[in-house]
């Protein structure tokens, strides 16, 4: 159903995104590594999933997110890798003879164990078991890791990981695992990868690079329509207004969708304006935390300021203290890098239109 809440995984339900799935279908099958980026509900974590359904290959999917939750340590990562392999039942069966061997690598009645201690399994060597047993079977294995950017977390300290050392090594050596990497805070996911820094692991390998649009105006119309068609009703209310304030993102509509199939159109765009800016301001908290420009940065976009001048010079006013040109441009390039700004040819913008009214009561 397209206004069902959760990650889409078929392609029926994956609205508007054909281009970017045959895409994904093709560098799956040409790259070792690919990147799937665009700001958050837009939609990166339904194509991923519809692409690794419909590849019909072998696949290890990884939500980094959890490691917000779990902790940014080498025993998260493992404990996550193992859950992982073993829910794949298939995968596990017909892999853990090539598995066991690895030193570390526990393979049980219901799953495959990592020992995560600095002496235990080797990424290294596991991948390189899975690679054999890709081979043995005439297979591909793909490694698909959501939100990947949070994986720079990992590395440095005693007993971290780098993991872009363990996809260059996989990239140089092993023919049969590629991965796929998506990420909402794109800069944030380049300079983690450093794909064109030359100290960097992964510096001047090839990769493909697939970026998701915010829907137009018409395929975010077709896309509320297509939806109220499968549940059989016929929209009573004009859409324009609803398509203009949610500005394309596939997640605010999606959620616009659902909540008006069960409580009706009359004034179902103020309620999801509602939740959606309580999920919004959930979201920055701790962000508005890190800096005292970041809230005044924000405010002066949402009032239509768009270029670097006028932006330093509101945030001054707002202030009412010194701000240097680099003390101004460092914030402003972090928002840009977590994808809360955006920058485009003639200045900045906020690209999430809920946001945008979330900041005009900064």
Not at 30 to 35: E, G
Not at 187 to 211: C, D, M, N, Q, T
């Amino acid at each position: 159903m397209l206004f069902d809440l959760k990650p889409k995984t078929k392609r029926e339900e994956l609205f508007g995104r054909e281009k970017e799935l045959v895409e994904l279908h093709s560098a799956l099958t040409k790259y070792p590594l690919t990147i799937v980026t665009g700001i958050r509900r837009i939609g990166k974590t339904s194509l991923l999933k519809t692409a690794l359904n419909e590849f019909k290959q072998p696949s290890i999917y990884l939500d980094a997110r959890v490691l917000d939750e779990e902790g940014y340590t080498r025993r998260a990562l493992y404990e996550l890798i193992s859950q992982q392999i073993s829910r794949m039942s298939g995968l596990l069966l017909k892999a853990k003879d090539f598995a066991k061997r690895v030193k570390g690598v526990h393979v049980g009645p219901v799953g495959i164990e990592l020992d995560w201690s600095k002496s235990g399994t080797r990424l290294s060597s596991l991948f390189n078991a899975l690679d054999e047993w890709a081979s043995h079977e005439g297979k591909t294995l793909v490694v698909a890791v959501d939100e990947a950017q949070i994986l720079r977390r990992l590395a440095g300290g005693k007993g971290r990981i780098d993991f872009t050392q363990l996809i260059a090594y996989c990239y140089d050596n092993l023919t049969n695992i590629k991965f796929v990497l998506s990420g909402s805070e794109v800069g944030l996911l380049y300079e983690f990868l450093g794909l064109e820094r030359p100290e960097s692991a992964l510096y001047a390998r090839g990769y493909k690079s697939i970026v998701l649009e915010r829907f137009s105006k018409q395929t975010s119309l077709d896309f509320l329509k297509a939806g109220f068609e499968e549940l059989g009703v016929t929209p009573s209310e004009e859409l324009n207004e609803v398509v203009e304030r949610l500005d394309g993102l596939v997640g605010w509509l999606t959620l616009f969708g659902h909540v008006a199939s069960e409580k009706g159109l009359h004034n179902a765009l103020q309620e999801v304006l509602k939740k959606a800016k309580g999920i919004i301001k959930k979201e920055i908290a701790h962000l508005l935390q890190r800096s005292n420009y970041y809230k005044p940065i924000l405010k002066a976009l949402s009032q239509g300021k768009s270029g670097w001048s006028e932006i330093k010079k509101e945030l001054i006013n707002q202030t009412g203290r010194f701000v240097s040109d680099a003390q101004f441009n460092r914030a402003l390039m972090n928002l840009v890098d977590l994808s809360f700004v955006e920058h485009y040819q003639n200045g900045y913008t906020i690209p999430d239109p809920v946001l945008r009214e979330v900041a005009k009561d900064f």
